[in-house]
């Protein structure tokens, strides 16, 4: 990855796919170098403000509600006693704050290696820390690899896995020991979301996560897909393993939120597999032929 | 738009949006300025050929069969009887193809304002153009506005808007003199698809479309979402509009064609709409605020 800054706008390069995207910036407000990696938040023209992390993109304000939305919510609306939830990543705290829009969750973990990318967030995205606060939230600055590994056997009702990138940092989390670790702590009914990157770009990715998810014992293994303007090629999935049973493209409630991107229709519709990925995903589960 | 050709990228920026999209190029191909419009062609490192006009994408080998699948598709699987389909636009001739696969059309118009995009097409996206000599096919080079207006009464059972952005030459395609030539020449059972921005970036003009389209007297509008890479955003839209009666969610038929996007569930998970998009269309139509 290749960031650039000239004349005002902002450029993710992104050499492997050959493509990059770019947006109007109007100022940095913020620069840090953290013991970890360099934090840096803009001012855009159009799309409020950006957060990135060692030059890549992790939000905006303008469309990080979709982003948000569909790592936490189609687990949370599809399991049926979601007590416990642990969140590894999602420093920025918008998974945190849509996980606990939910009165039936009872304790929720945010496990997040980079305490920086908290206090920055609570400082410039404050909107997005309004549950950092409540008292059912436990941070753990932390790896989240190590910090599952110590998780009692069947503690967890779901995993959410906000990670960056699987290069750097996060490669581990899109590995079979960490997968391993996942499925063990995880109780009867446990689901894990993992953001699984770009359908269009990273299939190799995603039949991989199928793979290895299914390796380590997930009973069901399903990809959602969304739009998200400023990640690469604009499309991106997150990955669901149950530890039992069948994942469910029915949600069981949806609960009267303040959504912006999630509704029962999204919901079914984001499991729909274009032809090409259905074609990939088969090599994973030949059971999922049909549909 | 403003277009920038660097150190081997191709940047197409967006000052409304104040977003950019590019792509490593390997080489320009091809470059004329047509009586029209400057029709350019590039190689690309990872996304093939790229066909641009007056600067702005039109397509890229590896995304445009979401586009073409998404424009034709649903409609031709959700009509009766698509006896005779024109397609205004659509010089690349993917969309032609698309409606070519399907035996039940008889009669094909494609309206083309400019030649040279057809012919273009033909030399360096000669996939895109095996249906340019079926003997279905009729093309005329001219203004679809002006032949939408010349065609009888109830006299075509599908038609499809495949323009450049509403600004310039296909602004008049946004307006309600054409929709309402547009809603005159359907037969009954009638269907209007047309391409309609991005669902991120365009919401005015998705809602205005939806607005002008009742008012000219179609029963049913619906908007349906796409990924599009290449497009700004990576997020697209069609805007369907049926001359009489509801347009039904589930297609009649899906044919067993080689679809690359398109399926069944594709089909009707195209036409859910975010929460923040049904609260706006709702604006145009009280009644779609169930579902």
Known sequence: MDTSVEQNWFTERDGLSGSAFSLEITDRIHDEQSSLQRIEVYETRTFGRLLTLDGVIMLSDRDQFIYHEMIAQPALCMHPQP?????????????????????????????????????????????????????????????????????????????????????????????????????RSLKPQGLMVQQSESPLLHQDIILQ??????????SDVKTLLFPLCVYPSGWWSATIAAKDGVIPVTPLIIPDFPFHYYNNDIHQAAFALPAFLRRILEQADPEQKSG
């Open 83 to 183: 007590n416990h939830v642990a969140i590894i990543g999602g420093g920025d705290c918008g998974t945190l704050q849509q996980v606990a829009l939910h009165d039936r969750v009872q304790h929720i973990d945010l496990v997040e290696i980079d305490e920086r990318v908290v206090r920055v967030s609570e400082r410039f995205f404050s909107y997005l820390c309004t549950a950092n606060t409540d008292p059912r939230v436990h941070m753990h600055f932390s790896d989240g690899i190590a910090w599952c590994e110590q998780q009692a056997e069947s503690s967890l009702d779901v995993i959410l896995v906000d990670s960056t990138d699987p290069v750097g940092p996060a490669e581990g989390l899109f590995r079979e020991p960490f997968f391993r670790s996942v499925h």
């Open 209 to 218: 996560m199928h793979q290895r998810l299914r390796s380590v014992g997930f």
